[in-house]
């Protein structure tokens, strides 16, 4: 098969290298290998020209034999050879390895010397590799906050004092401690994790010399448990308290936690967390003209700075992150459920919080699960009871924050610097039906602002809701009808309020905004929302058998999902089933729904993936507005077609409040639901499985 010169001169040649030969002595195709090189970076004006290298005869190019040359041109390899473009770090130069070319020879024409400058400039090209952190930005960090009060020894010489509250430095400096060494410590990991049982590992311990030889400092599993089990509590001690409502006190409801201060303790001295926390908020622009400022971690948000100034003088903000979802924990039969609590803190780099095993993310609870007595109960009153008892057991384990956020409490990294923290709860991660539960916001409404259930349709937020005014309302109702649970539960709904509880957990928080502290949810408003109403819509328009032909139509694509037999064959989507979908769902509507629909669903879609990015600034963020405006304008198109009525629907309402969360809070991976509840899998379902399932 003859291979064609990339030129386009229209001659063949029987090998690649009879037409990169080519390439370098035709004066007609020579440019294009100039030009090749220019765009590789890999050309030099200094380089040999056509003039310098010695031409082919006429006769010997008319007969297209390149072999005949009375010279050995230099090779042209392709890009390839030397760029990777795949492998963005470069491989190691060989100084010793010089291709069999004189590196001593002097400058001048020849294709030895050709050969040798375009090799340098291979090198050069090679150097360059992708790094964001080479990105021109501008950072302005806040001088009076996160100062260090003193230094201490490490944490971890904490529990190795003798009485006299000395270190033992005999076993101070081994970070296996209560473990003699390394090896005893994977060992004991070993039989834990990965065992075969425990009399198998009893039997191997037996074995005479095992022990000695390993120098393992148990000789059993029990010995191994009661070591283990001797390892001092991250995050503090378990307790449990006994819930009751007055009318019904033989009912008991459970509810497991311990201290969130402590557990703020237990990360702040974390060996792995502490050397990546910040401890002070900055702005960060793209340059220093200061006109486009950058948001990406917490620190770099405005909620932390507004903060940071009404604290005193050099003290440290820990932004407190609180999660909780219910999750269900038998499979396909029974009705077991657990209701965890999680915590994590903003100075830790939103990279480690995702990360479960960088175990950046604490369980510091377990609410009640067990249902309520329904007998001769109203429906108003069941809910009421539902959301007392919800917020009177966060109120009790979230307690030690009030009096840790006014007055600071000191603690020590794990380098042994003390600061003078003040852990704020700043971020409420939760999905819909739960905002409205800890806000005491009437279902069907917003958590963020005042708008009414027939108004949510409205392209503009309506005044802000905060948690003053809600505590006013609350306080009116109580005085309207504090001998009358009808007249407050009345009251409160007249202001979009739900009536159920007239004392909130998060009253008496400091610098607390529990509206405000409410963030986006990625995984429930945008893809379990806002797309699955899309897909819904489509279905509509097109009829499920259509969409589904087109869906099986699509050719194969990298990193593509093929759902071979549609959409509406799938129930109970998941989230990354979702995120699929979403990938192809315009290519199966391209020249079947009007220019008006397209673009409408183009500006959702467009939505949804900016509104993911990792690193926002002021002029992604008006990408992400024009986005939402551009849906604003052709939304009209569903309504037309019938398949809405309106737009009232909280999670499309919720799209308008994005931009001013990411503002305040950084940008969403900060504060998605999906990383808390991938956390139900070592916190709940795995401790579940290992129970007898009753206890």
Request: with cysteine; proline share 6%; hydrophobic share 35%.
């Amino acid at each position: 098969m003859s291979i064609p010169c990339e030129a386009g001169c229209a001659r063949r040649f029987n090998t690649t290298s009879s037409m990169h030969k080519h390439l370098v002595a035709s004066r007609k195709c020579n440019g294009y290998l100039e030009g090749k090189l220019r765009d590789l970076g890999l050309f030099d004006e200094d380089m040999v020209t056509l003039d310098e290298v010695p031409q082919a005869d006429s006769e010997t190019e008319s007969n297209g034999d390149e072999d005949a040359l009375p010279y050995e041109p230099f090779i042209f390899e392709p890009p390839n050879a030397y760029v990777n473009e795949f492998h963005f770090v470069p491989p190691e130069d060989d100084d010793n390895n010089t291709g069999g070319l004189n590196q001593s020879a002097v400058a001048g024409p020849g294709p030895s010397t050709a050969a040798n400058r375009i090799r340098r400039a291979a090198a050069v090209q090679r150097e360059r590799v992708f790094d964001d952190r080479r990105d021109p930005v501008f950072t302005e960090w806040t001088e009076n906050a996160g100062h260090v009060l003193r230094k201490v020894a490490p944490p971890r010489y904490m529990d190795l004092r003798d009485e006299e509250g000395d270190v033992q430095m005999t076993e101070a400096d081994s970070i296996f401690y209560p473990f003699t060494s390394e090896l005893d410590w994977k060992v004991a990991r070993w039989a834990i994790q990965d065992g075969p049982g425990q009399n198998a590992f009893d039997r191997l311990l037996e074995i005479p010399g095992v022990v000695e030889k390993l120098g393992l400092s148990y000789h059993n599993i029990r010995a191994l448990h009661q070591k283990v089990d001797s390892i001092p509590n991250k995050a503090g001690t378990w307790q449990s308290r006994d819930l009751f409502f007055n009318d019904d006190p033989d009912e008991k409801y459970t509810i497991h936690f311990r201290d969130p201060v402590e557990a703020i303790k237990g990360l702040w001295k974390d060996p792995v967390l502490s050397p990546t926390m910040v401890f002070c908020p900055a702005k960060v622009y793209t340059d220093k003209t200061k006109k486009i400022r950058i948001f990406s971690e917490m620190h770099t948000s405005k909620w932390w700075h507004i903060c940071q100034s009404k604290l005193p003088r050099g003290a440290t903000l820990a932004p407190v992150i609180i999660a909780t979802d219910k999750t269900q924990l038998t499979n396909f039969s029974g009705s077991k459920s657990a209701y965890p609590l999680y915590l994590t803190i903003g100075n830790i780099p939103k990279a480690f919080r995702r990360k479960p095993s960088k175990k950046a993310c604490i369980l510091i609870g377990y609410l009640s699960v067990q249902k309520i007595n329904r007998k001769d109960m109203t429906d108003r009153a069941y809910r009421s009871r539902i959301q007392r008892m919800f917020h009177e057991s966060m109120r009790i384990i979230l307690e030690p924050l009030k009096k840790a956020g006014h007055e600071g409490v000191e603690m020590t990294s794990a380098d042994g610097s003390v600061r003078w923290v003040f852990p704020i709860l700043s971020c409420y991660v939760a999905d819909y039906p739960e905002q409205c539960l800890v806000t005491c916001t009437k279902y069907g409404t917003c958590v963020k602002c005042k708008v009414k259930a027939t108004e949510l349709q409205d392209i503009q937020p309506k005044e802000r809701r905060s948690q003053s005014w809600t505590e006013g309302v609350l306080k009116e109702a109580h005085e309207i009808g504090e001998q009358n649970t009808r007249a407050f539960y009345d009251h409160c709904m007249s202001h979009e309020i739900a009536g159920g509880t007239p004392r909130p957990f998060w009253v008496g928080f400091p610098l607390c905004d529990i509206n405000q502290a409410i963030t986006p949810d990625v995984l429930h408003q945008l893809y379990q929302g806002v797309l699955k109403h899309l897909i819904g819509w489509c279905q509509t328009i097109l009829t499920p058998a259509e969409l589904d032909r087109r869906i099986r139509c699509l050719p194969s694509g990298f990193g593509l999902r093929r759902f071979k037999n549609g959409f509406s064959a799938l129930s109970q989507i998941s989230g990354s089933e979702r995120k699929n979908m979403a990938k192809i769902l315009l290519g199966c509507l391209i020249g079947c729904i009007p220019t008006r629909g397209v673009i409408a669903i183009t500006a959702l879609l467009d939505f949804i993936y900016t509104a993911q990015y990792t690193s926002h600034d002021t002029e992604s963020l008006a990408e992400l507005e024009d986005a939402l405006h551009r849906f604003h304008q052709n939304r009209s198109y569903f309504l037309e077609t019938g398949v809405r009525d309106d737009f009232n629907i909280p999670k499309f309402h919720s799209l308008l409040h994005y931009v001013e969360s990411i503002k305040l809070f950084g940008t969403t991976d900060n504060y998605n639901t999906e990383m808390f509840e991938r956390l139900h899998i070592d916190f709940a379902k795995l401790g579940w499985r290992a129970s007898n399932h009753r206890d």
